[in-house]
């Protein structure tokens, strides 16, 4: 699972420029600020992110190992495609490899394991209470939702399987802001979590592994039906200057 994006500084050390640079341009492509396709020019993007073309293109092909960013052949980077049925199988697979993790992470946690994921509950309910109040309310919903996926496989030892879970989030996540639903929660997407918690805290694997696969296909299924709205809607032309809103 993803660690959450900063541009300031991280364990007390400071952050490269680059390092920052891919934060901002992950950030965006996952929120729908940069849409799919769109060309990645470097002077824009030195313009909107007050960087050096150094630290943008090392961002941009550190981003496209990520899938977020795709490397077109001789032209440069552009955001990455997207279609129903990428969306499908990035669900699939996340449900596939997420479905190990948590078994290992209720096979090797600790009690510091589960403490996190108490407080990430706590955390996702308080503010589930208060995530249509305002953009930064939002935000700190999706700090929330985050901290709470990333805890409940935490304590997977395999570090490699966690990378893999990382990419899976943010290529799911972004889907959620096209499909339109980053702004709300899925009705019983709350309680959901919280039996997941519950069994993972009572050390069933089993009956953790298969509420949290079901808790994505929901979702998935939901994503499948918006986007399918949406390929049947004519495409409107994004304008000149969108990469600086």
Known sequence: MPQTSTTQKEKGRPVSQTTAVVEAIRSDILHGVLAPGLKLKIELLQERYNSGATPIREALSLLSATGLVERIENRGFRVALISIEHCMEVIGTRCFVEERAIREAILHGSVDWEEKIVVAQYHLLRESDRQDADDEAFRQWEKAHEEFHVALI??????????????????????????????????????????????????????????LVEHYRRTGELLKAHLEGAAQKPAARPPVNSIKA
Do not use: T, V, W
């Open 154 to 211: 935490s304590a997977c030892p395999s570090k490699s399987l966690l990378r893999f879970c990382a990419q899976l989030y943010n290529e799911s996540n972004r889907y959620r802001y096209i499909g339109r639903l980053g702004r709300m929660s899925r009705a019983g997407a709350y309680e959901e979590h919280m039996k997941i918690a519950d069994a993972a805290l009572k050390r069933d694997g089993e009956l953790a592994a298969a509420l």
